[in-house]
Structures are given as C-alpha cells and as structure tokens.
C-alpha cells in the first residue's frame, strides 16, 4: 500500500473476488490520512475506527458466517469510498514452500485432464503472490497479486497442491474456500524467515549482510549473469562447427545418461537424431512429441523446424509439431542438448514417443549423436530464491495481517545441502510466523518429501535427514506432517500425483482442525525392546488395527548397525502391529532406522487406510539417555 496522496486504500489481499476468514474476528486494515476517522459496513454489522500518526488503521468484524458473495464498503471522515464487491467468507490457508507446491495444474494437465473439463466455482479463490525479493525491510503490500476463482480459464494457474486441497475443501465443507500461495521453486527454509531469526545462525546472517550490500549483490550478480551469457554464446559457435561434421555420427540407445556412453563429466552441447518413417496418410498432419526430461536444455527439430525449447532441467519436454511439418516417409528429429554442470542426460524411465491421430510412435532404442569438444562447466549465477530473509520480506509479510485458519508447507528439497540444520531452523520459522500472525497454536501441515534419487548421489543421506527434521517437526502443538514416500518419482524432482499429497494435507486438516474422526495419521513406533540381536519395534494405529505391507515383507526398509556404525540388512517378520527384526553381522545394536534412502519401494508399512509411516532413526544410546532424564 502506498499513501503518497494520503487517500482511503485497501492491501490488494482485500480487493474484488477475496475471501475472508469466518470465527470470532476478521481483520479489515488499510491506509488513511493520519488522524482520519473509518466507517465498515459489510452484511448486518458497521465498525468504525480511526487511523494512527502514519495513517495506519485497522478494524474486526466479528461472527461472521460462511456465504457470499456480499459487498463491503468503506467510508472516510474525508468523504472518500471504497466499495469491495464479490467478497465471500468461508476458510482460508497458506500455501508454502518451493516449487512442489508452486508447481501449476498446466504441467500436470496430461495427468488429470477432467480437471480442465469442469465448470467453475466461483466460491473457490486462489491469490497467488508473484515472485518478489526483498533484503533491506518487509513490504507492507503486495507488489502483484490477485485473486482469481477456478474456472476452466485460470485452472491452469492454479498450483497442482493448492487446486485439489481446495477442492477436497469445497466438497467437504462446503463453504468458499481461499488459497493463498505464496511458493517459490528453489526456496530455501531461510528465504521464508526474517531478519531476527537469520541472525541467530552465522552462515546465513553473513549471506544477508551480502544481499542487503545492494550495489555490491548487484554488481555481483550482474557479472555472474554476463558469464553465463558468456558461456552460451561459446556453446553456440561449438553447435555451429559441429552441424558440418556430420560425417562423424556415432550410434547410441536413448534414454540413457551421458556417462553410459563415454561422455563422463562432458560439459558442452551434443546433438541427438533419429529418423522415423511415417504413412502417407500423417504427412502435414499436427502432432505430439514427448521426450521426457533432459540435463540441462534443449531445443528440438523436427524435419529442420524448430518444435519447442527448454531452458532448464525440470520441466517435461511436451513439444507440438505444428501442420505441414511431417511428411511421408523419412522424418528426422534432433535435439540439441546443452549440458552445463557434467551430469547430462535423456532421463531413463519418461515417456518419449511421437503421437501423430491415432499412431504411437516410441522413440526409445537406436539413435545418433555427435558431440562437441568438451568446455569448462558453466558458471554459477545465485539463485535469488535462495536468499535468507527476501521471500519473507517480499512475499509473505504483507499477509500477516491477514486471518487465515491454517499453513500448508510443502519444502526442504533446497536445503538438502544442509540437511542437519534443517530441524531447528523449520521450528523455528514456524514459530516466527504464529507470533506474526499473532496465533501461538496457528496450525501447520507439513507434505514430507517423497521418494527421488536421480539427482542425489552425491547428497549421501541428506534427504533421509530432512524427513526426519520435518517428522521431528511435529513435535510442536498443532503440526502434522504428511508422508509421501510413496507417491514419489525415482526419476523426477516434481512427482505428478499432486492429488494424493493434497489429499492426505486435506486429511490432516479434517483431523486436526476441525476435529472431526478421520485418520490422518500413518503408523508410528510407540516402543521397542531389545533383547541380544533382536529388536522388537511396536507400531500404533490410529485404527488400533495392524500394519499392511503393499509389497514386501515388511522388514526390507530396516537396517541395524553396532558400535562400528555400519549399517546392515535385517532379517525378521511382521506380526500384527509389531516388526522383530535382527542382523547376524550386529552382536550388539546401538541404532536402527527405517526406510533411510532417498526412494525406498518395496516393504514400506501403511495402517489399512493406506497412510504410510514415516522414516525414522534412531540412536539406542540417545533414546536410554532421555528415558533417564540426562
């Protein structure tokens, strides 16, 4: 909000189309000349208030019940008016975290496509907050953002997460829901706090005092980006001197990683072809090319014409080849495939396959490629999203003001290069944002990662240990933590089934929450025994029934290790609600864990409510220590 002409306004989280909180209070603020007297009117209920020194007022409405849509007016001593219509009252969340739940419903459109075919709900609102960094001071507003309802023309924008939560909400409750997401891919947990808290950790407080340095960060900045810039454009003079080698075309299987076939550690550009024989009756015809994912970017040809680009790894390549490009007989298509870091690849296990009306053609086995000479990896350029404290600032403060019922936090990936501070600094970023939104018991659902490996090889255990911190993280009142160990992708950072972890959010909040007898909860180890070799483990459901194994044993994902610390394999059964497990190669246990991998599969324990139980370690010396209250 700005004042410059010391006139009535609104933040834009209350502007046409929001949704406001119901219960015993819902805060109205907004700006004013100084001194300035404010009248409300919204349904049967008018409040007044008067504006600060600064021109800073705020107002509560109180009992308000879910509805609308209903009008909301605004009157100054001055004779100034604001009149907010389509307002509706209902229950209303943040969305959080990094881009698992920025991820939009348009990259999953191929996997939910009834999704897109619905009518509109006007009741269902999603605000989402456009990126903005900011180190030296929170923002008081927004600098762009709005809000929209679901219709087949915004679905698409809407995150994956956010859109199938709101709408297990809608169904449930029946009341307008709003989603407020306020995500940023790459985030880190220390992006999400502020200034005070960064500067309880030495690492990130030196980061700060960089970022809040801005011509220095700025001239930094700038010159990393020029490099990278640099570097692409000697990567296109190589491409270049390449298209005339063409009598040097070796033979490879795709998909593969480009160390399968000699290319270790290449950094470069490498061209990729195959030539596909089409029927008369598909020439000139539209049509679909799917080719997974690659490291780093691409861009693609078919018969000469350029298909699509991707600048990056992530995102899936789903490219339309337009009309009058295929012919009869021999097509050909190539990729141009740019690998930066010494990790490329065609990813194993994607789709990659030629749709043209009703023929399939896959496009796994026999390829070309031709390479490059091989280059420096290219340079770093800081990922703003990074930053300790700018998405805090820019982002998420203008919303504190704002009431809402609940937090849904969906991160941690970006901070596997740091796993074992992750724990602190998550607790204490959660109890940052209840004493902002002035609520010690404000309640979190925390998604805990799921299952991934493709990237992790040389994370060592990093992700085990955030799903462990985020577990841990229930140990504050009114958290929950969701597991997804199971709707993971091996292969992909960003997993598809959206609506299974928004599900289990959504079941979580039920039970939570609104207190309602549903089971939110996978099994958890409430005791365990040791005797000699053996370990007993004893697991509660809330069910009170036993552990279900959907493939397995039950006893695959358990490891035991001794005094020398090496972990092995157990042996063992399942029985009812208890696993007993043991190792011949330990004599003498001194911790166990379960499921600490970055993808386990098979033996995975589910109560019979299909909710899965979440990784956990433990130490036998660290857990008698705390029994006798050292």
Same mark, same amino acid.
Request: with cysteine; net charge negative; proline share 5%.
């Given at each position: ?9 609104? /933040? ?7 949704? *406001? ?13 100084? #001194? ?30 879910? #509805? #609308? ?132 950790? /030495? ?85 679909? *090319? ?24 992530? %995102? ?60 420096? %990896?290219? %340079? ?24 809402? &019922? ?35 018991? *404000? ?77 939110? &909860? ?57 696993? *007993? ?50």
């Amino acid at each position: 909000m700005q004042n410059n002409e010391k006139r009535l306004m609104l /933040p834009k989280l209350i502007s046409h189309g929001c949704v *406001l909180q119901t219960g015993e209070k819902t805060r109205i603020w907004g700006l004013a000349a100084p #001194g300035e007297g404010v009248t409300l009117r919204l349904l049967n209920q008018e409040i007044s208030c008067r504006a600060d020194g600064d021109g800073n007022w705020e107002a509560y409405f109180h009992h308000l019940q879910p #509805g #609308g849509p209903v009008i909301m007016e605004l009157f100054s001593q001055s004779g100034e008016t604001i009149r907010v219509t389509d307002v509706y009252l209902g229950e209303v969340f943040i969305c959080s975290g990094q881009s698992n739940m920025e991820l939009p419903m348009n990259r999953v459109k191929d996997q939910y496509p009834m999704e897109f075919e619905k009518q509109g709900d006007a009741k269902f609102r999603l605000y989402k907050v456009k990126e903005n960094y900011e180190f030296q001071a929170p923002l008081k507003d927004h600098l762009e953002a709005s809000w929209k309802e679901c219709s087949p023309e915004t679905i698409g924008e809407f995150s994956a997460v956010s859109y199938f939560f709101g709408k297990f909400m809608r169904e449930d409750r029946r009341v307008p829901i709003g989603l407020i997401n306020v995500s940023l891919g790459g985030s880190t947990v220390e992006a999400w706090m502020g200034e005070e808290e960064a500067a309880m950790y /030495p690492d990130i407080k030196e980061e700060l005092d960089q970022c809040r340095n801005q011509k220095l960060f700025e001239k930094k900045l700038a010159g990393q980006i020029q490099a990278h810039e640099k570097w692409y454009e000697n990567i296109r003079d190589l491409e270049k001197a390449m298209d005339r080698n063409r009598d040097k075309w070796k033979e490879v299987t795709l998909p593969a990683f480009l160390k399968d076939f000699g290319l270790n550690d290449f950094n470069g550009v490498i061209w990729f072809r195959k030539r596909v024989m089409l029927p008369e009756q598909l020439e000139g015809k539209k049509a679909k *090319l799917w080719l997974g994912t690659m490291v780093d970017s691409d861009r693609t040809y078919v018969n000469g014409v350029l298909v699509g680009e991707t600048g990056y790894q992530y %995102p899936p390549r789903k490219y339309n080849i337009p009309e009058g490009v295929l012919k009869a007989g021999e097509n050909e298509i190539r990729i141009s495939l740019v690998c930066e870091h010494g990790a490329g690849r065609v990813t194993p296990g994607k789709i990659y396959t030629l749709f043209a009306e009703e023929a399939v053609i896959v496009l796994d086995g026999r390829w070309e490629y031709l390479s490059s000479m091989r280059c420096e %990896p290219a %340079p770093g350029v800081d990922l703003m999203s990074r930053k300790p404290t700018g998405l805090y600032n820019g982002m998420l403060a203008p919303c504190f003001p704002y009431m809402i &019922r609940g937090v849904l936090w969906y991160q941690g990936e970006s901070n596997d290069e740091r796993p074992d501070s992750y724990e602190e600094r998550l607790q204490q970023m959660i109890l940052l944002w209840r004493k902002k939104w002035k609520s010690d018991s *404000l309640p979190f659902v925390i998604a805990q990662l799921p299952g991934f490996s493709i990237d992790l090889a040389d994370k060592g255990d990093a992700w085990p240990r955030i799903r462990q911190a985020q577990r841990k993280a229930a140990g504050l009142k009114n958290v929950a933590v969701t597991v997804n160990l199971d709707v993971g992708e091996e292969n992909d950072l960003h997993p598809l089934n959206k609506r299974e972890v928004a599900y289990r959010m959504f079941l979580a909040v039920k039970g939570m929450i609104f207190g309602e007898h549903v089971i939110y &909860r996978g099994p958890w180890l409430s005791d365990f025994d040791v005797s000699g070799e053996w370990i007993t483990l004893t697991f509660e459901t809330e069910d009170k029934k036993g552990l279900v194994v959907h493939e397995g044993t039950g006893v695959e994902q358990f490891e035991i290790a001794g005094p020398d610390g090496i972990c092995h394999p157990v042996t063992g059964k399942l029985k009812d609600n208890q696993v *007993l497990i043991h190792s011949n190669m330990v004599k003498q246990p001194v911790f166990f864990r379960y499921c600490w991998s970055n993808a386990p599969k098979t033996g995975l324990l589910y109560n019979e409510a299909g909710l899965p139980a979440s990784p956990f370690e433990i130490s036998l010396l660290s857990y008698r220590k705390s029994r006798s209250g050292q």
